[in-house]
């Protein structure tokens, strides 16, 4: 059972309902996809910790067997290829390693190597597998790393995904069989909250609603869940000695018998949802 958490925007609880959600349910996977900025170890803190290089794929010219020929450009969709003064130039920024250059070469004068562009930490935090993805700084997209984490994924997997709506979140959720999608009851957390409620339904996942550092009940987000018929799974009204926990970096299930009791009725929520999957 993979159970993905996002939100639209950064700030809204994500990595707070994740790592809560994976500690409570006891022997799990967590997985940080958040590459630019994971946290989730903060809280997690594993031990006995790998760390291995995350690549991927770049094409190589051979200059001595390249002709000009410029089918390996016309091919490129993402317009990651170049002919600039009779040679080939890769932007690697674009360049989405799908090999399709190489195999339309009538020269075979294209290879691939390889380009370091993120670690992946794997550790343990009592029962739980903390797998954590890590981009090197200045890339420009970290699918490469999330799809090398997401690869750990055993048993019951709580997946943290990146803040917002865009592809990485989408690589994030693409296997997971049910979406929590955290939200804000403000204004600025209700807007970001539709976008990334699109993003799932687009993709067709099941899903529910959690409610965090709740004051009062924010009429439109509450209208817009009813009218959609969205599960609210839970709502956190907002607590200065949860905060604080937070803050010091204290995983709220085993400190707080309230919060524990929201975080396992979320799983037992989960599982009536998706036919009681493992």
């Known amino acids: 059972m993979r159970i993905a958490c996002l939100s639209g925007k950064g700030g809204a609880g994500k990595t707070f309902a994740a790592v809560n959600l994976a500690a409570a349910a006891g022997e799990a996977t967590y997985i940080d996809c958040d590459v630019e900025e994971p946290n989730g170890r903060l809280f997690l803190k594993p031990e006995k910790v790998t760390g ?43 360049c989405h390693s799908c090999g399709g250059c190489s195999l339309v070469c009538p020269e075979g004068a294209i290879t691939e190597k390889e380009k370091p562009v993120g670690v992946l930490e794997v550790g343990q935090y009592k029962d739980l597998h903390v797998v954590t993805g890590i981009l090197n700084p200045g890339e420009a997209s970290g699918v490469p790393v999330i799809r090398a984490a997401l690869q750990r994924a055993q048993g019951v997997t709580v997946i943290d995904c990146p803040p917002g709506s865009a592809c990485s979140v989408m690589e994030s959720v693409m296997d997971a069989d049910y979406c929590v999608l955290i939200a804000e009851p403000t204004a600025f957390g209700f807007h970001n ?86």
């Open 52 to 94: 291995t290089t995350v690549s991927c794929l770049l094409p190589d010219f051979d200059s001595e067997k390249c002709t000009g020929c410029k089918k390996c450009v016309q091919f490129c969709r993402f317009h990651a290829l170049m002919y600039v003064r009779e040679k080939p130039m890769v932007f690697s920024e674009v």
């Open 193 to 278: 909250f539709r976008m990334v409620y699109e993003l799932v339904t687009l993709l067709d996942k099941k899903c529910g609603v959690l409610i965090n550092k709740q004051d009062a009940p924010y009429e439109p987000l509450e209208e817009f869940c009813r009218s959609g018929h969205i599960p609210v799974l839970a709502r956190i009204a907002y607590d200065p000695e949860i905060a604080a926990l937070t803050a010091d970096g204290k995983i709220a299930v085993e400190k707080d018998a309230g919060i524990r009791e929201v975080f396992s009725d979320l799983l037992v929520q989960i599982r009536g949802q998706i036919g009681g999957a493992r």
